[in-house]
């Protein structure tokens, strides 16, 4: 049986790497197992907020999701589905960043004003969607537990 390559390694040797989304981390951009998404070799600059950089999670957890901050020696990451802010991402451990994504068989550019519009939204409604997210699951414990009880 052949070795599994790592996406750092594929990068590396590529430039480059297209890959499926797994979870649902990254919608209503990404849809699981439906859209692509194109991620290029890490140039050496720092990323920006509202990039989406995919990460390696020690040890072998492999993440796409936005930076949402950037400090002096770390970056702040979040997926756009997500309610948790991940802290202390750094770097070296940021493989390459999303350039493209491919929905319903198109290719997009994160370049393209669509994409720049909804990565705006995107950053500037991060307290409300975490908080409304919040919301929505605690509801749905309190209607789960009802359900239980009846």
């Known amino acids: 049986m052949g070795e599994k390559i790592k996406f750092e390694d594929y990068i590396e040797k590529n430039g480059m ?29 720092r990323y ?30 979040l997926g756009d589905n997500c309610i948790r802010k991940e802290y202390g991402i750094k770097d070296d451990d940021i493989i390459g960043i ?9 290719k997009h550019s994160v370049d393209e004003y669509g994409y720049r519009a909804y990565s705006f ?3 500037h409604t991060i307290p ?15 209607l789960s537990e009802e359900d239980e009880e009846n």
């Open 17 to 45: 790497l297209t890959y499926t989304n797994v979870g649902v981390s990254m919608m209503p951009l990404l849809r699981q197992g439906k859209d692509m998404f194109v991620i290029e070799k890490n140039n050496g600059q």
């Open 121 to 123: 939204v995107i950053m």
């Open 48 to 77: 920006k907020a509202g990039d989406v950089v995919l990460y390696r999670r020690p040890p072998d957890k492999y993440v796409l999701h936005r930076i949402v901050e950037v400090r002096p020696f770390d970056y702040v990451i």
């Open 128 to 142: 409300i969607r975490i908080g409304l997210k919040k919301f929505i699951l605690k509801v749905q414990r309190i």
């Open 98 to 106: 999303m350039t493209k994504y491919i929905r319903s068989g198109k």
